[in-house]
Each structure stands twice: as structure tokens, then as C-alpha cells.
């Protein structure tokens, strides 16, 4: 290997812009109580989108027709808080609109809304899953699946049909828990 042969304008130049050097007497590093180690922190779990899912909850739900109000509250969760969400007392953080989507894409888009609603804290969410007047047989096919898979979900404390002006049958208010009921559990 050959060595480079520096110019002497150009050593002076790089003299000049580090300035004065002193040299190292030990390669030893003293640590002081002054700056103390940072705190450890958990690593991010992947999310599992299927753990947040009951299993035996209500198979037999009735099947419900296009202008027919959905309201539930889980175990626990008092009429005055139900009838608080029908009120849109709680005001809505996030939306989606699923009408027009087919089962298992309405079902992969609301999944991850859900996830990333937690995620971010959010209490109460509105949910557009149409009538379904144009479903087959006549039949609200969204709505019913949203009817079963928000009871399944075991973050959902409550829901209910939007008044009129928000999207009445076709929609609804979802109330969900805390995120400091269960801290940790959506980090992204």
C-alpha cells in the first residue's frame, strides 16, 4: 500500500479547523454518579390482532333487518352509560366507513381500526356499515357481522345505533376501554 503524500496547505488547513489537540493519557472511562444510566425499557410486542377476540360469546345472535337499532353493553357496563353513547355524549375520535365492502374485507379493515383505536387511546368510534339494501336476499349482511363481531371483541364496553343525522341504522357509536385498562397492550 502506498502512502498518500499530504500537501503541506492542506495539513495546515485541517491544523487549523480542529484546532488544538491534546493527548489522551488513558483509554480508561470513569463513570460518576452525575449521569447516571437511562432507564430501561420494555421491546415493542408485535401486536396478535387475534388475541383481543372472546370465543364462545352469543353465537346465537338473531339476525336483525335493515332499519332495525343494535345496542349492547357488556357485563358491568351501566344503562346510563348506554343511553350516554345513543346521546353521542362521548365525543368521537375516529371513523370508518364500511359499506360497499365485502365480509372479509369489512372484517380485515375493522380489526385493524379497532387495533390502531386502542393503540392511540381512543374511547369512543363511529362505525358506517350501511343498511344493507343492496345485500343479497335482502339482507343486511355488514350489519349483521358487525352485530357479532363487536360482542366478540373484548375491548368493546358498549354500542349503539347513531341517531338519525349521523347515519341512524346504518352506523354506530362503539365505546371502548380505557387504555389504562390494559396498559401496554397496543404499543406500536
Not at 335493515?66 to 344503562?79: D, M, R, Y
Amino acid at each position: 500500500m502506498t502512502k498518500k503524500i499530504i500537501n503541506p496547505k492542506d495539513s495546515d488547513l485541517f491544523r487549523q479547523t480542529i484546532g488544538d489537540v491534546r493527548a489522551v493519557k488513558s483509554d480508561k472511562v470513569v463513570l460518576t454518579q452525575d449521569n447516571p444510566p437511562p432507564k430501561p425499557y420494555p421491546k415493542p410486542r408485535h401486536p396478535d390482532l387475534n388475541d383481543a377476540w372472546q370465543d364462545a360469546i352469543a353465537p346465537d345472535i338473531d339476525a336483525v333487518d335493515h332499519e332495525e337499532i343494535l345496542s349492547f353493553a357488556a357485563l358491568g357496563v351501566q344503562n346510563s352509560v348506554l343511553a350516554k353513547l345513543r346521546k353521542g355524549f362521548f365525543g368521537v375520535q375516529a371513523e370508518i366507513d364500511l359499506h360497499g365492502l365485502n365480509r372479509l374485507a369489512a372484517k380485515q379493515q375493522f380489526v385493524q381500526f379497532l387495533h390502531d383505536a386502542l393503540a392511540r387511546g381512543y374511547r369512543c368510534v363511529h362505525i358506517i356499515h350501511g343498511k344493507g339494501y343492496r345485500s343479497s336476499d335482502n339482507h343486511p349482511v355488514l350489519k349483521n357481522h358487525l352485530n357479532r363481531w363487536l360482542r366478540q371483541h373484548k375491548d368493546v364496553l358498549a354500542f349503539c345505533s347513531t341517531p338519525p343525522r349521523k347515519g341512524g341504522a346504518g352506523a354506530v357509536y362503539v365505546l371502548l376501554k380505557s387504555s389504562k385498562d390494559h396498559p401496554d397492550k397496543y404499543d406500536e
